[in-house]
């Protein structure tokens, strides 16, 4: 099983952008990289996910390098509602080809107004 | 809008007093899962079902059972809880290729008394 390492925690001003970085070594050929945002009292939120490259969508976007044994979130101009937990979370796969996962730490990035 | 919802959002049971939680999708995802998420920590990962195939994690109390009567619904049933068994439990589906992640609910607070 693939372990994720992330940062615990980080604060960031309203409006910047925000980078969090996650290593995964030991990732699989066939594993997909995911990132869910968890605000209190409420189930993860499916963020972005890419399996190489670059995947951008109406969020955030996905940075993952050739060697597939890290990712970056990038979070375009925060707001205070994006203070919350991110997750970076790398897929195991089961014998019926899904991915189970395991949640790692998560970061939690507290915007500042 | 397809969506995972979980009842009660709420659930207040005494120690020692069975309780069930449920779980019902209409995504039409093969898999589903149960998480236990308590105070500051990540969701932890109790079972899984892949249609009608369970899958137990190892370090899962015997306290813990699930059951998967069709696609669509799926229960955790504690059977003698404890009072470390307060936490938010998670139900999330999957389609079985693990693209686009997990789709979780809003979840359900356990309070035991």
């Known amino acids: 099983l693939a372990k994720t390492t992330q940062p615990i925690s980080m604060d960031s001003y309203e409006g910047q952008e925000v980078n969090i970085t996650c290593s995964h070594n030991?990732?699989?050929?066939?594993?997909?990289i995911t990132w869910y945002q968890q605000f209190p009292s409420q189930g993860p939120r499916f963020i972005i996910q890419?399996?190489?490259t670059k995947v951008t969508n109406e969020v955030a976007s996905l940075f993952i390098p050739a060697d597939r044994k890290s990712s970056t979130l990038s979070l375009p101009r925060v707001s205070l509602s994006d203070t919350a937990v991110y997750y970076c979370l790398v897929g195991q796969r089961e014998s019926g080809g899904y991915q189970k996962v395991t949640f790692g730490i998560g970061t939690k990035l507290q915007v500042i107004p | 809008d397809a969506m995972v919802i979980q009842n009660p959002r709420y659930q207040v049971t005494q120690f020692g007093k069975p309780v069930t939680l449920s779980c019902s999708q209409t995504l039409n995802h093969n898999v589903m899962y149960w998480y236990q998420q308590k105070s500051s920590q990540a969701p932890k990962l109790l079972f899984h079902y892949y249609d009608k195939d369970f899958n137990n994690e190892a370090d899962t109390p015997d306290n813990f059972q699930s059951r998967r009567p069709n696609t669509s619904f799926c229960f955790l049933d504690i059977r003698s809880p404890g009072l470390g068994d307060a936490a938010m439990y998670l139900c999330?589906?999957?389609?079985?290729?693990?693209?686009?992640?997990?789709?979780f609910g809003s979840g359900t607070r356990l309070t035991v008394v």
């Open positions: 999330a589906t999957s389609r079985v290729t693990g693209r686009d992640g997990y789709t």
């Open positions: 890419g399996y190489k």
């Open positions: 030991n990732i699989a050929t066939n594993d997909y």
